[in-house]
């Protein structure tokens, strides 16, 4: 195969007999300018640990994950106005603070005041409609069921819309999940698949070893509901 011409004017390509007719043009694919990319907007669930753990200690420990979830939140928001977020919380059971949407990145979002986490959200369309939750700390039968919290989060990416029109073109829209947490699992349910409000494994014995099975069930739900979301997102292309 022979080429004859510049780049970006006329390019002849002659095949010789018996040859095999596969030529790439790299060197014009990598002179070219390409402009024409579409930004594909996410889904991202936040998974937050509001165990009594969380809260001791001066509450650093809360006041830095309610500002880390913050930042992170409005740089998705700022990035990309099809952008959507929704935000989880756990100790004994699991509740949605801030269901999946688009939101004002100038929005308070987490706030602290005292022993209850609030959010404050303004929605970024034309009406501006103002969400509003909070989470009461537990100090009495408070149990880290992180389990419990990641099957509600998958859920709600599980349950969402998943195509986007960017320009002229559907997209589908990309999951995520990020788990924000201290320590490991303290209490889970053997039903990973769905796993009940109330725990049923809780810790018994040594510390260091009485958390394995909590562990391994929170994994497992992770994992089971990770390939339904990819389902329901990608289908069997997923």
Request: cysteine-free; hydrophobic content about 35%; overall charge negative.
């Amino acid at each position: 195969i022979s080429l004859s011409g510049d780049i970006g004017q006329d390019v002849t390509i002659e095949k010789e007999a018996g040859a095999e007719f596969q030529v790439a043009l790299s060197a014009l694919g990598s002179a070219a300018d390409i402009t024409d990319t579409t930004k594909v907007p996410t889904d991202t669930v936040f998974v937050l640990d509001l165990s009594n753990s969380m809260w001791t200690g001066g509450y650093t420990k809360i006041d830095q994950m309610i500002e880390g979830a913050n930042d992170a939140i409005k740089t998705l928001m700022r990035a990309n106005p099809q952008n959507r977020v929704a935000v989880v919380g756990y100790s004994t059971k699991s509740s949605v603070l801030l269901p999946l949407g688009s939101y004002q990145a100038g929005s308070n979002f987490l706030t602290r005041s005292g022993d209850t986490v609030n959010m404050t959200a303004s929605k970024a369309d034309d009406y501006g409609t103002v969400h509003n939750s909070s989470f009461q700390r537990l100090t009495i039968n408070s149990h880290k069921y992180t389990q419990h919290g990641i099957y509600t989060g998958m859920n709600i990416l599980n349950t969402a819309d998943t195509k986007a029109i960017v320009g002229d073109t559907e997209v589908t829209r990309a999951p995520s999940l990020i788990l924000m947490a201290e320590g490991e699992a303290k209490y889970g349910s053997k039903y990973f698949v769905n796993p009940s409000d109330d725990a049923e494994i809780g810790e018994v014995g040594d510390r260091a070893t009485s958390r394995y099975a909590q562990s391994f069930v929170t994994a497992m739900t992770a994992a089971y509901m990770k390939e339904q979301v990819t389902k329901h997102y990608y289908g069997d292309k997923g």
